[in-house]
């Protein structure tokens, strides 16, 4: 108790207890150069989730809209001190914010030469702009014809500081910026980071108009990967490396051994053969010996990938990845519903992050190799 009292005086020097039983502090805390009355009363016990906090009107307003996490930092924080530094961090988000909301507005001519920069950079390429001139979605085609948006946020020193730009790119979009620099030229970047993915979004569209993509069901132009149907309740995930997108990709097989170890074994087999002035896509049917089954070709039912546990599809953003290698099973599961069913089962057993037991469906053993996925 005396080193917190210690630390509470360290801390905040303005704050003095008002009784011998300590359980009324008076005084000021500090954040950004201000102070601000407040008093804490205290129980017997002096326990700080039955204790009251009595705020300045100054107080009250920096904090209004925060009342509710103030209540439960009180409620969960052990001593005064502890409290006392929970409330400071939200004094001074508070302020923060407060002050960024009530900036004085930028210079008259802030707003002509920003209007005069979208005039020169043309009017048909200007998708939004907020009443403050403050965010401003442009949009551009690349080579391809597909449609990209760069969202630029200006701040008040602008063009001494460069925008916050905001795109859908797989890799970073660092501009180069000047004082003297403009909209126009951060559009003439931005057409000329187009044009470098233009080989990236290729390959991507190529796989997502003729194979059938699990994961991500609809992947913007950032997503690197592609989870592919082989064949029935089989999938390959590849990584494709945006800078250089005709090169292997990182691949990983899922389904039952007896389908995807044969074609772990072509991959091997046949890498000589890969061609980086193939696409990606014929590259992967070459090296595996295979044609992708299309979506239009297929069923539904020629395709299950409902979890055989839990009868969904999705969870929490996964899919089904387990398999039975059962031939006459090759029921599909959720890692985490496999792993939940046979870690209830007491014939199950666990060796490190591998669980063996038996499949929910066919009663055949079944291995479970935990991966890093689940939390």
């Known amino acids: ?24 502090y008076e005084g000021f805390i500090s954040a950004q150069g201000r102070d601000f009355h407040l008093k804490i009363l205290l129980p017997e016990d002096l326990q700080m989730k039955n204790a009251r906090l009595l705020c300045s009107w100054q107080l009250k307003t920096v ?33 923060k914010n407060k002050q960024e909301l009530y900036a004085p507005p930028p210079p008259p001519q802030f707003y002509s030469s920003l209007m005069e920069e979208i005039g020169t950079l043309g009017w048909d390429k200007l998708v939004y702009v907020d009443t403050c001139l403050s965010t401003i979605k442009l949009k551009a085609e690349d080579a391809s014809g597909r449609k990209h948006l760069i969202t630029l946020k200006l701040k008040t020193k602008y063009p001494t500081e460069s925008p916050d730009c905001v795109v859908d790119f797989p890799v970073s979009f660092s501009v180069s910026w000047t004082p003297q620099s403009s909209l126009i030229s951060i559009y003439s970047q931005f057409l000329a980071a187009l044009e470098s993915l233009k080989a990236f979004w290729d390959v991507m569209d190529e796989i997502d108009e003729k194979t059938w993509v699990l994961e991500p069901e609809k992947p913007t132009r950032s997503a690197t990967t592609r989870r592919i149907v082989l064949e029935n309740k089989a999938s390959i995930n590849i990584e494709v490396d945006p800078r250089h997108p005709t090169m292997l990709p990182e691949c990983c ?46 069923e539904k039912s020629d395709f299950s990938m409902d979890c055989g546990i839990c009868y969904a599809y999705q969870l929490d953003g996964a899919i089904p990845d387990q398999v039975c290698d059962n031939l006459q099973c090759g029921q599909p599961f959720h890692q985490i519903c496999l792993y939940e069913w046979l870690r209830g089962l007491l014939t199950s057993r666990q060796s490190f992050n591998i ?18 996925r689940k939390s």
Not at 5 to 19: D, H, V, W, Y
Not at 355 to 372: A, H, Q, R, V
């Open 1 to 24: 108790m005396a080193e917190m009292e210690a630390s509470l005086l360290r801390q905040f020097p303005l704050l003095l207890p008002q009784n011998r039983a300590k359980t009324v």
């Open 63 to 95: 904090l209004n809209g925060y009342h509710q996490i103030v209540q439960q930092r009180m409620q969960h924080s052990p001593d005064l001190m502890s409290f006392m530094m929970e409330l400071k961090m939200v004094l001074e988000v508070a302020l």
């Open 253 to 298: 097989f899922l389904g039952a051994d007896h389908v995807v170890k044969p074609l772990g074994i072509k991959l091997s087999r046949n890498i000589h053969l890969w061609d980086p002035e193939n696409s990606l896509l014929q590259n992967l049917k070459d090296v595996l010996e295979i044609d992708f089954p299309a979506r239009a070709n297929l």
């Open 355 to 372: 669980i063996f037991g038996e499949c929910p469906y066919c009663s055949k053993p079944i291995t479970l190799k935990m991966s890093g």
